[in-house]
């Protein structure tokens, strides 16, 4: 687990190896263990394209012999690589059989044959989680690849003659040329989802490549990106309930198997939902010591799981730590703006940080239950949107009369969590599936948009409708089936825009590696095609997975309701932190950014932080909006 940075020249400019360093150096977190460059221009002086590579690493596996950036004896090609390959010992044998001969024991070096052999389509044979950028010094090249559901990250900037590119911003942001300008199309994109959807990021001149996708930049200067594979529901699982739960943890317990591979400690995070709950059985099935396993929790008792988490830490005999956040954490807010690179509004993002934090005291690798929710239901939001679907047949005045009354319901009744829940559906039960979908997922719809930001400011990002976002990933689903597209959509956009990406940073940036067993592409694979009806019952989400772990897991976990990995800001914005959220948002510097008009935030606060409404999401999109602010472009 590394991360990488470099620069593409067609104009026959040497690269400038103060910047490169610069731009490597911002990358120390990823990889605190080695750093190592190369430039064409040193091994090919007469060569047209100039490239720098540089890198950081986080040593994994091959400690030895790893060190990036990497080529073969042939010297055709270069890489910097991040992430796991986990497939790379078969791959091994078949290239050797092949005629191919290694230098290292790394799976670095796998990627590299795989690309002398196959070209671009090396991809395909890959299995696990990877950003890479290979330098192909006979076709005078630039070859970008990011991992089928998007684990590892890679950003990219066209700007003159040359071509930027980094596993982070920051590192992109070090080229003068490259202006810290935002994209205003990304902001209300970032207030409707609480990410902003690739391929855009905060700035104009920076893209993410998005996942799945591979990108090639010629001695030209000519950039193509190409997608290579794609989630497909067809054709439907044939097999019986029965077969599928057998097919269910065979798929899991092989995914979770090649995850264990290591050359230094691991362990695994515990939330003591369904999810990590699974993977720690699976892994204290196969690995000869105890598993360490690590949870966080709260001091407000009805968001913290630690109860659940100990219970299974003791059904599988693991070496458990617990970690409890406080929220005296207005210091470490800055911090987390600067790893998130752009306005990130998750509030899980604290937690996912302190946990990766205490976690990699005591192991380099950590094992986590992502992707459970997104390929088997889990969400509650799933269960209110086969509700709706079937809601939604009945005629549309009569369910715009019960939208109109549920949303004169009184503040008072706003402060139970069942009322705040029907409230948020009820206010949309005018709107189509596809609709409801988005506007109980979102943050701030178009309307709450247009009442909170100034003037025509952000008018024409506005026009282009934030739930056009949305409509484009159904489009890109092969199933009609409404279930089957919102759970396409999740893997496509929330998935690896917003949760991935709070894994990868929060991990990344205290210097640990994270795996997911269902996130590997055939598991993914095996879920998309079980039909939807076993996954999202009226009253239960995951139900073939928790059939299928039936003789795993301890029954309480089974039976438990679906938490999430919340935050307690409600809380916290009426007490500990009420006066850092005031002085931030209503700042004088906050007031000069002219995005907001500032009544509606005070208005915001005022009925929060007096019990009226609860805006704890939206108060938190609007404050990690405020320190980016601070932390990118007040510096």
């Given at each position: ?23 490597t150096h911002t990358l120390t977190h990823r990889g605190p263990d080695d750093a190592g460059f190369y430039r064409s221009e040193d091994d090919n002086p007469a060569s047209k394209g100039r490239v720098g590579l540089g890198f950081r690493r986080l040593s994994i ?143 104009e001149e920076i893209h993410r490549l998005p996942p799945a996708h591979t990108l090639v930049c010629d001695s030209q200067g000519n950039v193509r990106a190409e997608r290579y594979w794609q989630i497909s529901h067809a054709p439907r699982s044939p097999k019986s ?395």
């Amino acid at each position: 687990m590394c991360g990488f940075s470099g620069i593409f020249r067609w104009d026959s400019k040497p690269v400038d190896p103060d910047l490169l360093r610069r731009m490597t150096h911002t990358l120390t977190h990823r990889g605190p263990d080695d750093a190592g460059f190369y430039r064409s221009e040193d091994d090919n002086p007469a060569s047209k394209g100039r490239v720098g590579l540089g890198f950081r690493r986080l040593s994994i596996i091959d400690l030895q012999g790893g060190h990036q950036p990497m080529t073969t004896q042939e010297k055709k090609s270069w890489i910097v690589f991040n992430g796991e390959i986990y497939n790379f010992l078969d791959l091994r044998k078949d290239l050797e059989k092949r005629g191919h001969r290694f230098l290292t024991r790394s799976d670095t070096e796998v990627i590299l044959h795989l690309y002398d052999r196959y070209g671009v389509s090396c991809v395909q044979h890959l299995r696990g989680m990877f950003a890479f950028a290979i330098w192909d010094s006979e076709k005078q090249s630039l070859f970008l690849a990011r991992d089928r559901i998007g684990k590892k990250p890679l950003f990219y900037a066209k700007k003159g003659n040359a071509f930027y590119f980094a596993s982070e911003m920051k590192a992109l942001l070090e080229a003068e040329e490259i202006q810290k300008k935002v994209r205003m199309e990304s902001v209300p994109l970032y207030f409707a989802y609480q990410f902003i959807p690739s391929p855009l990021t905060i700035f104009e001149e920076i893209h993410r490549l998005p996942p799945a996708h591979t990108l090639v930049c010629d001695s030209q200067g000519n950039v193509r990106a190409e997608r290579y594979w794609q989630i497909s529901h067809a054709p439907r699982s044939p097999k019986s309930v029965p077969d599928l739960c057998e097919e269910i943890r065979f798929r899991l317990n092989e995914s979770t198997k090649i995850r264990l591979i290591s050359d230094v400690p691991l362990g695994a995070f515990l939330s003591g939902g369904i999810d990590s709950s699974a993977v720690v059985g699976l892994m204290a099935q196969q690995m000869s010591e105890p598993v360490k396993t690590f949870s966080i929790g709260f001091e407000e008792s009805d968001f913290s799981e630690l109860n659940y988490a100990r219970l299974v830490a003791k059904r599988f005999g693991t070496d458990h730590h617990e970690f409890v956040v406080k929220p005296e954490t207005a210091d470490t807010l800055p911090k987390l703006a600067w790893f998130y690179d752009q306005p990130f509004a998750d509030p899980s993002a604290l937690p996912s940080y302190y946990v990766a934090r205490e976690t990699r005291k005591h192991v380099t690798v950590a094992l986590n239950g992502d992707g459970g929710d997104e390929n088997f239901g889990g969400y509650l939001r799933y269960r209110a949107d086969r509700i709706f679907s079937a809601f939604s047949k009945i005629p549309l005045p009569f369910r715009q009369s019960l939208q109109n009354a549920v949303e004169k319901m009184p503040s008072p009744l706003m402060r139970s969590v069942f009322m705040r829940r029907l409230y948020r559906a009820g206010r949309v039960l005018g709107s189509s599936t596809r609709e409801f979908n988005y506007k109980v997922f979102c943050y701030f719809d178009e309307k709450a948009q247009n009442d909170l930001f100034q003037g025509d400011l952000l008018q024409s990002s506005l026009a282009n409708k934030t739930y056009g976002y949305f409509e484009s990933l159904y489009q890109q689903t092969d199933s009609k089936e409404f279930l089957d597209q919102v759970l396409s959509c999740d893997l496509q956009g929330y998935l690896p825009d917003c949760l991935l990406v709070k894994m990868d940073i929060a991990t990344m940036a205290n210097s640990l590696e994270a795996r997911s067993p269902f996130l590997d592409h055939t598991l993914i694979e095996l879920a998309a095609k079980i039909p939807w009806e076993y996954k999202v019952k009226w009253n239960e989400g995951k139900w073939i997975l928790k059939k299928a772990l039936k003789e795993l897991l301890p029954p309480e976990i089974k039976k438990k309701k679906k938490m999430g990995f919340g935050l307690p800001i409600a809380h916290w914005f009426r007490g500990a932190l009420k006066n850092f959220l005031r002085d931030a948002l209503l700042s004088p510097s906050a007031r000069r950014r002219g995005y907001f008009k500032m009544e509606k935030v005070e208005q915001l606060i005022q009925e929060h932080q007096s019990h009226a409404r609860d805006h704890s999401y939206k108060l938190w999109a609007l404050l990690m909006f405020e320190l980016w602010h601070t932390v990118y472009l007040d510096t």
